[in-house]
């Protein structure tokens, strides 16, 4: 016999059945609730070859711009090894470096990446010396050095011209690169460069990091000359007679070329 609801018993029954709906569809969305695999961090580094990196790195940065370039080659290289969760990794999320982060000319794209992808193996006293060294690499290197097979901005029998930074600002570096070349800051040419010297710090990262999970890295170069006489009487924990204090590493001469020419 069929039994007849009112309209308020209906309303009422329908309310406690979605309610009880909801909640699954709640739970469901609960990270706590469902059975997930943890990705270690820091992770598990992979030996990688320096010039399959190089190769990637350059093709990288016509995808999604300089940082992505040099972490993208590095990380990604790792996680396919290691396979997931490694390879559900958002690589793109680096992409936010690109023109020295988000194109205002700061800390060059190259640098970030490579400092993103150290720190994704290594914490602590041995991350800061590893990316330490790689920007110091950075400034006082005349780069780029790497050559594509075939170069995507210019023609392959194409000169690009190397210069050195002496800084690990994007504005700074790029300026001193048109300089050099003659070549403005928009064009091919310039693009091509950061190309390569993408491929060259994805390179030198790789190689410290190889060096690393060999127990082979050691320091080598920390700062420039500059800075380091610098920091003699402007570094933490000195009692400078005139000036102020500062935080920095990078080569000072860049910025305050006649800072005691009063």
Same mark, same amino acid.
């Given at each position: 016999?069929?039994? $007849?609801?009112?309209?308020?018993?209906?309303?009422?029954? %329908?309310?406690?059945?979605?309610?009880?709906? #909801?909640?699954?569809? $709640?739970?469901?969305?609960? =990270?706590?609730?469902?059975?997930?695999?943890?990705? =270690?961090? /820091?992770?598990?580094?992979? $030996? #990688?070859?320096?010039?399959?990196? !190089?190769?990637?790195?350059?093709?990288?940065?016509?995808?999604?711009? +300089?940082?992505? %370039?040099?972490?993208?080659?590095?990380?990604? !290289?790792?996680?396919?090894?290691?396979?997931? /969760?490694?390879?559900?990794?958002?690589?793109? #999320?680096?992409?936010?470096? %690109?023109?020295?982060?988000?194109?205002?000319?700061?800390? +060059?794209?190259?640098?970030? %990446?490579?400092?993103?992808?150290?720190?994704?193996?290594?914490?602590?006293?041995?991350?800061?010396?590893?990316?330490?060294?790689?920007?110091?690499?950075?400034?006082?290197?005349? #780069? =780029?050095?790497?050559? &594509?097979?075939? /170069?995507?901005?210019?023609?392959?029998?194409?000169?690009?011209?190397?210069?050195?930074?002496?800084?690990?600002?994007?504005?700074?570096?790029?300026?001193?690169?048109?300089?050099?070349?003659?070549?403005?800051?928009?064009? &091919?040419?310039?693009?091509?460069? +950061?190309?390569?010297?993408?491929?060259?710090?994805?390179?030198?990262?790789?190689?410290?990091?190889? !060096?690393?999970?060999?127990?082979?890295?050691? /320091?080598?170069?920390?700062?420039?000359?500059?800075?380091?006489?610098?920091?003699?009487?402007?570094?933490?924990?000195?009692?400078?007679?005139?000036?102020?204090?500062?935080?920095?590493?990078?080569?000072?001469?860049?910025?305050? &070329?006649?800072?005691?020419?009063?």
């Amino acid at each position: 016999m069929k039994k $007849i609801f009112s309209r308020r018993e209906f309303l009422t029954l %329908g309310a406690a059945a979605g309610g009880t709906l #909801l909640g699954a569809n $709640i739970e469901s969305l609960n =990270p706590s609730s469902q059975n997930k695999t943890e990705t =270690p961090f /820091p992770w598990e580094y992979r $030996i #990688l070859d320096v010039e399959k990196t !190089q190769n990637r790195a350059y093709k990288n940065y016509f995808q999604a711009g +300089c940082m992505y %370039g040099v972490f993208g080659s590095v990380a990604g !290289q790792v996680a396919e090894d290691l396979g997931k /969760p490694y390879t559900d990794f958002p690589f793109i #999320l680096s992409s936010y470096g %690109g023109g020295g982060v988000a194109h205002w000319g700061s800390l +060059c794209g190259t640098c970030n %990446g490579a400092a993103m992808a150290v720190a994704l193996f290594h914490q602590g006293n041995l991350r800061n010396q590893l990316t330490s060294e790689i920007f110091a690499w950075y400034e006082k290197t005349e #780069l =780029p050095v790497y050559t &594509p097979q075939e /170069p995507v901005k210019v023609e392959k029998n194409f000169e690009m011209k190397a210069s050195q930074s002496k800084s690990t600002l994007c504005h700074t570096s790029v300026s001193r690169w048109t300089q050099a070349s003659g070549f403005s800051t928009f064009s &091919p040419q310039r693009a091509e460069r +950061c190309a390569r010297l993408v491929a060259d710090i994805a390179g030198y990262t790789v190689k410290l990091l190889n !060096q690393a999970a060999k127990d082979q890295f050691s /320091p080598q170069t920390q700062m420039s000359a500059v800075s380091s006489v610098c920091r003699g009487c402007h570094g933490q924990g000195k009692e400078e007679a005139e000036g102020k204090k500062v935080i920095s590493r990078m080569n000072c001469s860049v910025c305050h &070329p006649n800072v005691h020419k009063k």
